[in-house]
């Protein structure tokens, strides 16, 4: 696992990449299945603090990280690192189906397995699986899914003597030569996972089909700060898609609350929104503007685009009109 982006070959123009390793992880499945990422050159890390602080240092373009489940909500180290250590701008989001299997090294039935092996949040998602399938099997608790099946696949001592399962995503197995025993056994088959890449500044054009991510500070808690913050977008019939609050680390109470809602920094409902927050609040960390997931996602900014072309050719012919005059 690396620590230390590799410099660029000489005359190497791709876009650099850091994202939480080892190889394997749900969160290289999902920097594959961007097609905008396609052909970059990528480089794992061990810890999500290694992947933000490589690319404040320049080490790499971007970082891909995970930053929100259906499941276990919001990633709380991230969200947490990029509202109170570091200043990087969200560049793009992309939303992951998650699907856990049960692997093994080649001949392993399901029947032999007595141990199976992941990290526990992973296992806890797949209790009804392992309840019915593996009752009697121990459960050994890895740094990852992906540590796991790699774990497995080389033969490491803690994976000897017992024949032993891991549960880890689809990638793993074909990175790690192991075969799959069962697919798709977690218990909610609609989880998904978002993930985030960061630069150190930039804000990508809008689509018309965008998500914008700020952090609130309050000058002092009182009754209806929350209300009148919230009025702001009220007002302007923008649409949040996510609202916390978490804790400043300054005193007992003291909470910031961190908002996602739909529109871009470029469109003037928004920016008139944010000047207003900016003048009214403590303080208002921008997070970025950037293209919204979804499925439906390239349909509507396609339709946007459209939208504008026409737009912009009803204005050119009337200002064609300019100075002509009737005879």
Not at 44 to 72: C, H, K, M, T, Y
Not at 132 to 155: C, F, H, I, M, Q
Not at 198 to 210: F, K, L, M, Q
């Amino acid at each position: 696992m690396a620590h230390d982006a590799p410099p660029a070959p000489a005359g190497d123009t791709r876009v650099r990449i850091g994202f939480l390793g080892p190889a394997g992880t749900f969160t290289e499945e999902a920097l594959q299945s961007e097609p905008a990422y396609a052909g970059a050159a990528v480089t794992p890390f061990a810890s999500l603090v290694e992947v933000l602080e490589s690319v404040r240092q320049g080490a790499v373009d971007l970082g891909f990280i995970p930053l929100e489940n259906a499941i276990e909500g919001t990633v709380r180290d991230i969200i947490d690192s990029l509202v109170f250590d570091f200043d990087l701008r969200i560049q793009r989001e992309v939303v992951l189906d998650i699907h856990l299997h049960l692997m093994a090294t080649p001949g392993t039935t399901l029947d032999d397995v007595e141990r199976v092996a992941s990290i526990p949040v992973a296992t806890a998602q797949c209790r009804r699986f392992l309840t019915d399938r593996l009752p009697r099997a121990e459960l050994v608790a890895t740094n990852s899914t992906a540590d796991a099946a790699r774990l497995l696949g080389e033969g490491d001592p803690s994976m000897t003597g017992r024949p032993t399962a891991a549960i880890a995503p689809r990638l793993a197995a074909s990175l790690y030569g192991l075969d799959l025993l069962a697919e798709d056994v977690e218990d909610h088959p609609d989880n998904q996972t978002r993930f985030i890449s960061v630069a150190r500044s930039g804000i990508p054009e809008p689509t018309g089909h965008d998500r914008t991510s700020i952090a609130c500070f309050q000058s002092a808690d009182h009754p209806g700060s929350l209300y009148a913050i919230l009025g702001h977008f009220a007002a302007r019939n923008i649409n949040l898609s996510k609202l916390e609050s978490r804790p400043t680390k300054q005193a007992l109470g003291d909470y910031c609350f961190i908002i996602d809602f739909e529109g871009h920094v470029a469109d003037a409902m928004v920016a008139d929104c944010l000047a207003d927050l900016h003048a009214e609040l403590a303080g208002v960390k921008f997070l970025g503007s950037y293209p919204a997931s979804g499925a439906a996602g390239p349909a509507i900014r396609a339709e946007v685009g459209e939208s504008r072309k026409r737009a912009g050719q009803w204005l050119e012919a009337l200002r064609a009109e300019i100075g002509a005059t009737a005879n």
